[in-house]
């Protein structure tokens, strides 16, 4: 615990309220982001990954609505800022990469204007030397010919390269935490590595970094500490080797599983069999307990605790708590 | 992008040289003699076939319509039978009225429609909302005759604020401008409204509030820069279609405009005027479509630079 923390979010509720009932996207998260390390939160397509990084910059869109928690950055606690307070903070000092670098550039604006855009927003830099930093900033994501790219449309550009401007973007005022949701999922296989590495290279500069992703594989090149979700909560959490060496859940155990049969080749779906249940209708206890091969009666009954079950490691699972004790 | 946009004007062209035909041959296949017309029933036969001589009516059909292409190419439509004057020169004269008219429609019909669309769209679903679109709906069903008559019946009889169908200054053009309008703001309104709500769900407006813009700054420098394009487009037809003539509301209101020009050729048979005013109309129909196709070719990065990359 020498380290300092730049964000720590506690016990954090994010909820739809449907016509159908109230959606629960986020349920009870606590995280800590370190200063100066990429934390990554990992889980299948639609357990609130996004939502969680969305309700850290107060970005939720109705019928989305902070329930409850604390959101601590810097000292202040997030969920209690004005909305203006909020503006000040987004793009200054915490800034945010979208996984769809095809449609999160606005198409009928320069890139250049685009990156140059929070500079000016924030530090209200006059115009050329904002274009300066601008241009200098496309140049250290790795864009050749910055100065040229920087009159560009975005429709110009190949999807990497959007990435490339999306994340000179976010990091133009130099902000203490960046949130990357799936930065990578919608690029190539080499563009992807090409994005992870220019990620470490941030963090070694002293960015911290949330990094969302549904791929273990993506977390295990690039995070220190990684929380797993499932069904909008967190259900392991440790430092990245100790996850991948002795993991605890049935459920991180499944996505483990998932990861090596892909590189055997083998089918994939079938390491964890049946889909994300819907989160309308989750049973009282475990969410995971539909799906858990190690499911035991009372385990849709009531919810587990998350428990440390090694130092820094903590593992949300009745079976765990059983071979422990 | 250019040859996009020479090809286009090609076809205007083709559209335009079409146009004029048709508009020649079904005006000569009507009934009526226009001499006779012009001169009175019992006209001395001599003159008339004078007359007919001089206006060249007794050559080959495809002769006329040559020599009027080739005076029309130079600005001559030739000369009005029932006013004695050049075509050309009515038609100038009537032309700025025209102007006058579509213009105030069109500030006023663009202000109320972006402004209204733009607002009814930020408080979607709410109250003013609801009012707006309510009233843009009756703006677009309501015919321009209905519109100006209750304005008329209202402002100009009942409460006296503006003088009945006598444009002496600006303020005769109010009630015009305002029935002219009428079913355009409408339009551009709901137009808007639509375009705007569609592209503030789109993944740019994220990026630019994750940036620290707040609601004024993402609806200004980011929504609205891509959710005008296609209203940009419909004002130029609109604007064009004014400009072309409100044939009703300018009869309405006793505005000497192009469209009251057209009815007054009808009543007094006459075709030089008529053929005029409708090829003059019909020109400027087609190029309001095309200054709106290429509108968007030139303010869509995507679309301009698109031939490039
Ligand atoms: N607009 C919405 N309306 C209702 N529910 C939503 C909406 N958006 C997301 N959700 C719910 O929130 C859950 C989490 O979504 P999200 O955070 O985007 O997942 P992911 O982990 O894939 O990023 C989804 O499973 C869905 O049930
Ligand atoms: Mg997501």
Redesign the pocket.
């Known amino acids: 615990m020498g380290d300092k923390n730049v964000l720590e979010i506690r016990h954090l509720r994010t909820s739809?309220f449907?016509q159908k009932g109230e959606?629960r996207?986020v349920d009870d998260v606590s995280l800590d982001v370190p200063e100066g390390k990429i934390t990554g939160i990992v889980?299948e397509?639609?357990?609130?990954?996004?939502?969680?990084a969305r309700t850290v910059l107060r970005l939720l869109?109705y019928?989305?609505k902070l329930v409850g928690g604390e959101i601590l950055f810097d000292g202040r606690d997030l969920t209690k800022l004005t909305e203006k307070e909020m503006a000040k903070i987004r793009g200054g000092e915490i800034s945010m990469i979208f996984q769809e670098p095809m449609t999160s550039l606005n198409p009928v604006v320069r890139v250049g204007k685009q990156v140059e855009e929070a500079l000016r927003l924030h530090r209200r830099l006059p115009a050329r030397e904002a274009r300066r930093q601008a241009v200098a900033m496309l140049d250290a994501v790795g864009i050749a010919e910055a100065e040229k790219r920087a009159h560009c449309y975005p429709h110009e550009l190949s999807g990497g390269m959007r990435q490339r401007v999306m994340i000179a973007m976010a990091m133009i005022c130099k902000p203490k935490l960046l949130i990357a949701d799936e930065p990578t999922t919608a690029l190539d296989v080499t563009v992807q590595a090409q994005i992870l590495n220019l990620m470490k290279r941030l963090r070694d500069n002293g960015t911290s970094i949330l990094l969302i992703s549904?791929d273990l594989g993506v977390v295990a090149q690039v995070c220190d500490t990684v929380y797993v979700m499932y069904a909008g909560r967190i259900v392991e959490q440790a430092e990245v080797c100790e996850l991948f060496d002795h993991a605890a859940h049935p459920y991180t155990r499944g996505l483990l599983g998932a990861v090596s049969s892909l590189g055997s080749g083998a089918a994939t779906l079938e390491t964890i069999p049946g889909v994300v249940p819907n989160?309308l209708h989750l049973p009282a206890g475990c969410a995971f307990s539909l799906r858990c091969g190690e499911c035991r009666a009372d385990c849709a009954g009531h919810l587990p605790e998350l428990r440390e079950c090694a130092p820094g490691h903590r593992v949300r699972c009745h079976r765990i708590g059983e071979v422990s004790a | 992008m250019l040859l996009n946009i020479a090809k286009r004007l090609a076809q205007a062209l083709l559209v335009l040289l079409g146009v004029a035909l048709a508009v020649f041959i079904m005006l000569r296949i009507i009934p009526g003699n226009a001499i006779i017309t012009m001169m009175g029933e019992h006209a001395d036969p001599v003159i008339i076939d004078r007359m007919t001589e001089e206006l060249g009516l007794n050559e080959p059909i495809t002769v006329q319509f040559l020599r009027y292409l080739k005076g029309a190419v130079t600005g001559d439509f030739g000369t009005s039978y029932s006013m004695h004057r050049s075509v050309s020169e009515l038609m100038g004269a009537a032309f700025g009225n025209t102007v006058k008219l579509a213009l105030a429609a069109a500030i006023f019909a663009w202000l109320l429609g972006i402004v209204s669309g733009i607002i009814a769209a930020v408080r979607k679903n709410g109250l003013l909302d609801r009012l707006f679109m309510g009233v843009s709906l009756l703006g677009v069903s309501m015919p321009v005759f209905m519109t100006a008559m209750l304005l008329q019946y209202v402002f100009a009889y009942l409460l006296h604020w503006v003088p009945i169908s006598r444009v002496t200054d600006w303020r005769g053009y109010i009630l015009p401008a305002i029935a002219l309008g009428w079913n355009s703001a409408g339009s551009i309104a709901r137009l808007t409204r639509s375009t705007l709500l569609e592209v503030l769900q789109a993944d740019y407006i994220d990026t630019a509030r994750a940036k620290g813009r707040g609601q004024l700054g993402v609806l200004t420098r980011h929504a609205l820069r891509n959710a005008m394009l296609p209203v940009l487009t419909m004002m130029a037809v609109q604007l064009s279609s004014m400009l072309s003539g409100a044939v009703i509301c300018e009869t309405i209101f006793s505005i000497n405009g192009i469209g009251r020009l057209a009815v007054q050729a009808i009543s007094g048979r006459d075709i030089p005027l008529l053929q005029g005013t409708i090829l003059f109309s019909t020109a400027l129909v087609i190029l309001g479509n095309f200054v709106a196709d290429s509108l968007y070719a030139v303010l869509d990065p995507r679309i301009r630079r698109g031939s490039e990359s």
């Open positions: 739809f449907t959606i996207a889980g397509s639609g357990c609130g990954k996004s939502m969680t869109k019928p989305g549904h989160l």
